[in-house]
């Protein structure tokens, strides 16, 4: 399989270069050249979590042995997850959840970020790079995390993240700032998610950026790098495979997956999943108040043209969502004309509109609904207190959806929702919600929501207060590449 840009589908790249460069040339997104090949489901009916993700993976990274991909899938997921179920499901009473969380930063992003750094150092050795590889992440909660604890210590590469200064919980910014790892960079920026989204994508073209990468390769770790992206298939067929095997549904049935929704990677993961022969009828899009998704999806209209509204669920506070731009080259059949257009319309006006034939192919597989604030807390509510299983706003965002969607629609299929992150990384929140109580510090609502609903915490979370703050740097949104490339320039120095 090779990979093309979304802006010009005659930039052909193997799958090493495409991880290694994560970010085209051209602004463009990385995504296969073909998705034609098809998943045996029987087969994958006997394979475990870590067999299934060496049988997904070898479809799209032709260019790597089977001996580099077993060697990377076992490096990344043995002893890294709670148990080597990876995404286990929890049976509520609209379908099921699918845990995603259980790895070692407590999110989804941990699936893909704990595997990306064991690819990353494959795809160097195929193409005989020796290079020191620069990663460079924006996150809007998460990515950061779970990308600092995949890369930290990993020989010849050193990864900085950029994260909004306000925006994320106080225990993910806690988890950020105590990060450990000699080759790790945290700054905060002045400004929200799509602000430090935009800097990482300028800095790929930057001149003072990529002067200063002498003898540095720059890459990212957000889901803009197919890396990332790929791996988070397995997940979906797993999750079929396990229904199948507990009898709740046939080989060969549809079923329908509602995925909370910011960058778009996750769900477009999904996707390819479909492509792949997974029996799916409905990708269900759910967003919070920032529901600029749910109006493209029913309109075919994208306007980002619209206030920025802090919420409790803060990993989806964003406008500007990446991964669509790869879903519509997919949709339009590589039209790299198109695709530069409405990519042009968006950073020059905010907005573009999508043909008529291009929207009805778009809502052939997705829906979408939005959740209010209001709607979220009950959710959370509801959900702990009628079947005592306790979710983050992410995930109560999502399951608003699925109930929305189930009703709107009479579907009967089954639905399982992605549950993205443990409830204890937005302690003060839910624990607000449903004791009605409010704790100012963030540890002290961690415990207190422990002793509340008796849940276990995390180990990672739990610890988190004992550990020291190593990082405090805050910039400005216009200094910011002046930071990068200052960065740059210092591990230059500390690289020779």
């Known amino acids: 399989m090779k990979y093309i840009s979304t802006r010009n589908k005659d930039k052909i790249v193997s799958s090493s270069e495409a991880i290694i460069q994560g970010l085209a040339e051209d602004g463009g997104l990385y995504t296969p050249q073909t998705v034609d090949q098809k998943v ?17 993976l070898s479809l799209f990274l032709s260019d790597f042995s089977h001996e580099q991909i077993q060697q990377c899938v076992q490096n990344a997921y043995q002893n890294s997850f709670e148990n080597n179920e990876i995404a286990p499901l929890c049976k509520y009473h609209d379908g099921w959840l699918m845990e995603l969380w259980h790895g070692p930063t407590s999110a989804f992003k941990d699936v893909a970020l704990t595997l990306l750094p064991h690819l990353l150092t494959a795809a160097y050795q195929n193409q ?3 290079d020191l590889i620069s990663i460079l992440t924006a996150t809007s909660g998460d990515t950061g995390k779970a990308a600092i604890n995949g890369f930290a210590n990993v020989e010849n590469t050193a990864i900085t993240v950029l994260y909004p ?7 993910q910014k806690r988890q950020m700032q105590t990060s450990l790892g ?44 197919i890396g990332r992206l790929v791996p988070q298939i397995v997940y979906y067929f ?63 209209s994208y306007n980002a043209n619209r206030a920025f509204i802090p919420t409790i669920s803060p990993s989806m506070d964003i406008l500007v969502s990446s991964n669509l731009e790869r879903l519509l080259f ?53 959900t702990f207190h009628k079947e005592h299983i306790l979710i983050d706003p992410h995930t109560a965002v999502a399951v608003h959806a699925c109930h929305a969607y189930k009703q709107e629609s009479n579907d009967t299929a089954p639905c399982i929702v992605l549950s993205t992150a443990s409830a204890y990384k937005f302690a003060k929140d839910v624990y607000a ?5 409010s704790c ?29 703050v190593r990082f405090t740097k805050a910039v400005e949104k216009e200094d910011a590449l002046t930071a990068i490339a200052k960065r740059l320039e210092d591990l230059q120095h500390d690289y020779n």
């Open 165 to 171: 200064e306000i925006g994320v919980s106080d225990i």
């Open 330 to 382: 997919l949709l339009s059949n590589h039209n790299d004309v198109l695709i530069n257009q409405y990519m042009s319309s968006l950073k020059e006006d905010g907005h573009y509109t999508i043909s008529d034939d291009l929207r009805h192919a778009l809502q052939e597989s997705f829906t979408a609904y939005d959740c209010s604030e209001e709607e979220c807390k009950k959710v959370i509510c509801d």
């Open 433 to 437: 919600v449903l004791t009605g109580k």
């Open 128 to 130: 005989n790079e020796n």
């Open 238 to 300: 797993d999750s079929y495979a396990k229904l199948v095997k507990s009898g709740d549904i046939q080989l060969g049935d549809v079923i329908n997956f509602v995925v909370p929704s910011g960058n778009f990677g996750n769900i477009l993961a999904g996707y390819l999943a479909k492509q792949l022969g997974l029996p799916v009828k409905k990708l269900v899009c759910a967003s919070n108040s920032n529901n600029v998704l749910t109006e493209f999806i029913r309109t075919g």
């Open 182 to 225: 000699k080759n790790v960079e945290v700054i905060a920026v002045k400004g929200n998610f799509d602000d430090c989204q935009r800097i990482v994508k300028e800095a790929m073209k930057d001149t003072a950026v990529l002067a200063a990468c002498k003898h540095i390769k720059l890459s990212s770790a957000n889901s803009i790098n």
């Open 40 to 56: 045996d489901l029987s087969s994958a009916l006997k394979m475990n979590y870590l067999e299934l993700a060496q049988y997904i």
């Open 440 to 468: 100012d510090d963030e540890f002290e609502a961690m415990y207190a929501l422990h002793d509340y609903t008796s849940v276990t915490i995390p180990k990672n979370l739990a610890c988190l207060k004992d550990m020291d």
